[in-house]
């Protein structure tokens, strides 16, 4: 089993930055974030691998930026440039032993 705290969010004026954080309760390999807006679907953000290979939505490349420190079990999601648009709650995900975990969520609000 594999607890994932998300921490982070809060309230940002358009132009703002946040950085986010998921920490994991163990060892885990590749890591997602993903958003949903309100009365929206949720949509796929970032992924990063193990040895920290990285992959984002096209609409937010050069905003945001994955990263991840093994030693402390954590993935960040430093998020620039913030706009109205990134209003949300966002998820970390992973797949550990034959299940997909998901973190609570943090919540972003970006004003403008």
């Known amino acids: 089993q594999v607890q994932l705290v998300e921490s982070g969010g809060g309230l940002v004026q358009a132009g703002g930055s946040l950085r986010l954080s998921c920490t994991a309760s163990?060892?885990?390999?590749?890591v997602n974030w993903y958003r949903q807006a309100p009365g929206k679907q949720r949509e796929w953000v970032a992924s990063?691998?193990?040895?920290?290979?990285?992959s984002y939505a096209d609409s937010l490349k050069g905003r945001f930026t994955i990263s991840r420190d093994n030693a402390k079990n954590t993935v960040y999601l430093q998020m620039n440039n913030l706009k109205p648009d990134d209003t949300g709650v966002y998820y970390c995900?992973?797949?550990?032993?034959?299940?997909?975990?998901w973190g609570q969520g943090t919540r972003v609000t970006v004003s403008s």
């Open positions: 990063i691998t193990r040895s920290e290979s990285t």
């Open positions: 163990r060892i885990i390999n590749a």
């Open positions: 995900n992973t797949y550990a032993v034959g299940n997909n975990y």
